[in-house]
Antibody
Framework: QVQLQQSGPGLVKPSETLSLTCTVS????????WSWIRQPPGQGLEWIGY????NYNPSLKSRVTISVDMSKNQFSLKLSSVTAADTAVYYC?????????WGQGTLVTVSS | DIVMTQSPESLSVSLGERATINCKSS????????????LAWYQHKPGQPPKLLIY???TRESGVPDRFSGSGSETDFTLTISSLQAEDVAVYYC?????????FGQGTKVEIK
């Protein structure tokens, strides 16, 4: 079945760009939408956006890019101009509606 | 944005007893295109990613035990655990995928009494 493996740095400096990658195995990246969701410490889940139609959360839209590399079976998240408020566990997930498959999660801390 | 409001915030239930979690959306999340309700339920345990339990409000994901069931329509929804097991201790979230931005409820923490 489809599995997702996340990679990327766990520490990002303020004002820099957070970059995470999710590698898809066990299935083709061509036949789904692919999403990013985050959870700040002690808080609930926040939807960031999904690929395909570049649907992003309006609260983050000016800073977010989600892209798909079909040749590598990967999709990625870039979040620019980060602040401490962007500190969270970031998850990649399959689907643009419900999410049957998730990556393991990456704690990204924004700190100098 | 559609606001998803869950109740209660936390729930303490004896082993083998029923647990009921409610979720209310600020507007209808019934899709006009497929006549299905765009609501999912997730179970989230510490250190793990969320796990999809229910989608389209009442369809159980493959492999999910049948003690988990979802019901409701339009704006009011319920997740029921018919006989609570120790492994069901977790935070549960409802999630609407009717419109952008997708939104989640604030979560309900389920514990053993």
């Amino acid at each position: 079945q489809v599995q997702l493996q996340q990679s990327g740095p766990g520490l990002v400096k303020p004002s820099e760009t957070l970059s995470l990658t999710c590698t898809v195995s066990g299935g083709s990246i061509r036949i789904n939408h692919w999403s990013w969701i985050r959870q700040p410490p002690g808080q609930g889940l926040e939807w960031i956006g999904y690929s395909g139609d570049t649907n992003y959360n309006p609260s983050l839209k000016s800073r977010v890019t989600i892209s798909v590399d079909m040749s590598k079976n990967q999709f990625s998240l870039k979040l620019s101009s980060v602040t401490a408020a962007d500190t969270a566990v970031y998850y990649c997930a399959r689907g643009g509606e419900s999410h049957p498959t998730w990556g393991q999660g990456t704690l990204v801390t924004v700190s100098s | 944005d559609i606001v998803m409001t869950q109740s209660p915030e936390s729930l303490s239930v004896s082993l083998g007893e029923r647990a009921t979690i409610n979720c209310k959306s600020s507007q209808s999340i019934l899709s006009s295109s497929n006549k299905k309700t765009c609501l999912a339920w997730y179970q989230h345990k510490p250190g793990q990613p969320p796990k999809l339990l229910i989608y389209w409000a009442s369809t159980r994901e493959s492999g999910v035990p049948d003690r988990f069931s979802g019901s409701g329509s339009e704006t009011d929804f319920t997740l029921t655990i018919s006989s609570l097991q120790a492994e069901d201790v977790a935070v549960y979230y409802c999630h609407q995928y009717y419109s952008i931005p997708r939104t989640f409820g604030q979560g309900t923490k389920v514990e053993i009494k």
